[in-house]
C-alpha cells in the first residue's frame, strides 16, 4: 500500500536553475532538501543525538517518585507537541509555496 502511494504522489525536489531533480523521501527530507539545509543537518544530528541521550538520562536519573515522574512525562509531552507543530507548519509553508 506505501509503494502504492508514494508511486501515485511522489514529492520531488528541483533545485534552483531547474537542472537537478531529487525525489523527496518524506514531506520534512522535502522541506530540508528545498532550504538547502543537508550539510547542516548531516554535522547537526549526531551532536543531537548525543545531547538529547544525555538529556534523557540525566532527567531519568532524578525520577524518585511519581509526582517527579509526571513532572518529566510533561516536559516530554510538551517538547513533542512543540516539534510536531514545528513540523507541521514548516510543512505547510513548504506545500503553500509549491
Known amino acids: 500500500m506505501k509503494e502504492q502511494q508514494k508511486k ?3 514529492l520531488y525536489h528541483v533545485s534552483s536553475n531547474g537542472e537537478v531533480v531529487e525525489e523527496a523521501k518524506s514531506v520534512l527530507d522535502l522541506m530540508i532538501k528545498k532550504l538547502g539545509l543537508e550539510k547542516a543537518i548531516e554535522f ?24 517527579m515522574f509526571m513532572a518529566a ?26
Not at 547537526?44 to 509526582?67: A, D, G, R, W
Not at 512525562?73 to 509555496?97: G, R
Open 73 to 98: 512525562k510533561s516536559l516530554f509531552d510538551q517538547f513533542i507537541d512543540k516539534l510536531v507543530t514545528l513540523i507541521l507548519e514548516v510543512q505547510h509553508q513548504i506545500l503553500k509555496k509549491t
Open 8 to 10: 501515485s504522489n511522489p
Open 44 to 67: 547537526i544530528v549526531p551532536y543531537l543525538n548525543e545531547f538529547m541521550e544525555q538529556f534523557i538520562q540525566q532527567l531519568l536519573k532524578n525520577i524518585e517518585s511519581y509526582p
